[in-house]
């Protein structure tokens, strides 16, 4: 009778949830050109009374986020998605 043989692959430990949320990094304020026009025109957006997502599609076309993307060099435009 043949015996079966263990297989000695290697498991990544498991690791709870709990230890996951603790290395989770903060979110770095906006400090480009870009990230603080944006802050501003999503905030001036808001208190309007606009949703955040409809605040978002707001931003896309807005004549503000034209203006800051004319003024980079097309190789950063290519980069990014702005």
Do not use: N
Not at 7 to 23: F, I, L, M, R, Y
Not at 27 to 56: C, N, W, Y
């Amino acid at each position: 009778m043949k015996q079966k043989v263990k297989s000695k692959a290697k498991t990544k430990p498991k690791v709870s949830k709990a230890k996951v949320t603790e290395t989770k990094k903060e979110r770095k304020a906006p400090d480009g050109p870009l990230g603080m026009i944006m802050k501003e025109f999503m905030d001036k957006t808001k208190q309007s009374g606009v949703k955040h997502r409809e605040a978002l599609k707001l931003w896309k076309t807005s004549a503000e986020r034209s203006a800051v993307v004319a003024k980079l060099p097309p190789r950063e435009v290519k980069r990014r998605r702005y």
